[in-house]
């Protein structure tokens, strides 16, 4: 630690950070620089984003609330809503996707049809608890928004759970159709802070989960010395490398930066 501590003095965090990461791009410095680098990382602050507020009436807005799903309008159809459904059984949040999913593949002019029965009682949901989701598909909800938002509910209760085989099911599903790749956002709005993620904010989310999931499972695992610490440090070069990307989604989801330094500290005292 006495040459990172003198790299840091002499090149400045930013500098120190970059020259770590680089090495172990490389595959030089593998065995000591990734968790060298996350734990001076991890005192350092997130670089923010930009937080623009949206009226209304802005067309972009518009666009995006016809487009996104939230928690609240995603969970209008499960059983208890928005309350229930960040807590439910995994399996049953599986199901209530793929049937969200089979009503985009009714035809509108049948969805409208069944709607303005629907909306003629005076208890919709009492007709037709789906009703608000049909409504919403028909006003413009982007289908693989709602899918990625539905997975990244489903993820977040494999992972509370433990389910780590239907996780990496359920990633290698998602990867297989979608680009997975962690990028910062070029902002951070208020429709988003309501939990109307873009695209990209979602692919974070899952990215945040499957690092949390590779953390929790190595730390579990009946790793020899030799191998804790090179997965440490393999998991702290993956989680630096994204850690712009989605270090500023913690306030939302429980990441991974706390449990890998952690990870870190265990592989190091068993060199």
């Known amino acids: 630690m006495g040459m990172s501590l003198s790299l840091l003095g002499r090149l400045g965090i930013n500098g120190f950070i970059l020259l770590m990461l680089v090495a172990c791009a490389n595959g030089n410095m593998m065995e000591q620089g990734a968790c060298e680098a996350l734990t001076v990382m991890s005192q350092s602050p997130v670089p923010s984003l930009i937080e623009k507020q949206y009226s209304e009436d802005d067309p972009k807005a518009e666009r995006w609330l016809k487009e996104r799903p939230c928690v609240q309008s995603y969970a209008s159809g499960f059983p208890g809503g928005a309350e229930e459904i960040t807590s439910a059984n995994p399996e049953e949040v599986r199901k209530d996707l793929q049937y969200t999913l089979s ?20 208890n919709p949901s009492d007709f037709d608890v789906h009703w608000q989701r049909k409504l919403h598909i028909v006003e413009g909800w982007d289908r693989q928004l709602v899918e990625l938002f539905g997975s990244s509910l489903y993820l977040k209760r494999l992972s509370e759970e433990g389910e780590f085989s239907a996780f990496d099911e359920e990633i290698s599903r998602l990867k297989s159709k979608f680009d997975l790749k962690a990028r910062p956002l070029a902002e951070w709005n208020d429709l988003e802070a309501n939990t109307y993620f873009s695209r990209q904010a979602l692919v974070n989310i899952i990215r ?64």
Do not use: M
């Not at 009503?103 to 005076?122: C, G, M, N, V, Y």
């Open 208 to 271: 945040v989960y499957e690092l949390r999931v590779s953390t929790d499972r190595a730390a579990i695992e009946s790793l020899d010395a030799e191998e804790l610490y090179r997965r440490a440090n393999e998991l702290a070069a993956q989680y630096s490398a994204d850690r712009v990307a989605i270090a500023h989604l913690s306030p939302i989801i429980n990441g991974p930066e706390d449990a890998l330094v952690e990870l870190c500290k265990n592989g190091q005292g068993s060199e």
């Open 103 to 122: 009503l985009f593949d009714i035809p509108h002019s049948q969805l409208k049809r069944e709607l303005s029965t629907t909306l003629e009682a005076e």
